[in-house]
């Protein structure tokens, strides 16, 4: 791989709309996704806008990846989500997504809570320090399997239990 071919930095307010194009152009089965994210910002209890990292194209500036963490709840306890995470269909496989995700992953250590959650392929995440949830006694209001996986920040900290609950903007 060539040099650096993109920048990875916390989004803003102009990128917005590129981050609509790229979750259509990212998840054509999912149109609502946009909708969904713009209900994540509207949030106060649930957006984290130093968590929203964008990918661009280093010359063009174009955005090429996103990768967002918000609030979730386990039980009443606070925890985080990771997701959507996309990828524009021509820079896919290219690292885009690997390196959004550390970026946003490394953000949340700075957060109070010691836990993400994140439902996705169970053969991409555990790269990321993903294992399946229900090893850490969590588990999804609906049927995920390995699917539904979770990582712990520090092992020393305590962490939640029980039931995990998204926003309520994943519910559109």
């Excluded at 006694?137 to 039931?163: I, K, N």
């Amino acid at each position: 791989m060539p040099d650096q071919v993109w920048n990875v930095r916390v989004e803003t307010p102009a990128d917005i709309p590129a981050i609509r194009s790229l979750l259509v152009q990212a998840f054509p089965a999912e149109p609502h996704l946009g909708d969904v994210l713009d209900g994540l910002r509207a949030d106060p209890d649930t957006w984290l806008p130093e968590l929203s990292v964008v990918a661009e194209e280093a010359t063009t500036r174009a955005i090429i990846g996103h990768a967002l963490i918000t609030r979730c709840r386990i039980d009443e306890a606070p925890a985080l989500a990771l997701g959507p995470c996309g990828v524009v269909p021509d820079w896919q496989n290219q690292g885009v997504g690997s390196a959004v995700i550390r970026a946003a992953l490394a953000a949340a250590r700075a957060q109070p809570e010691n836990l993400v959650v994140v439902l996705g392929h169970p053969t991409y995440y555990p790269r990321f320090g993903f294992a399946p949830a229900s090893r850490l006694g969590l588990r999804a209001t609906f049927e995920a399997g390995d699917a539904m996986m979770a990582q712990v920040f520090d092992d020393s900290r305590p962490h939640p239990t029980g039931t995990i609950y998204y926003a309520k903007a994943w519910d559109q």
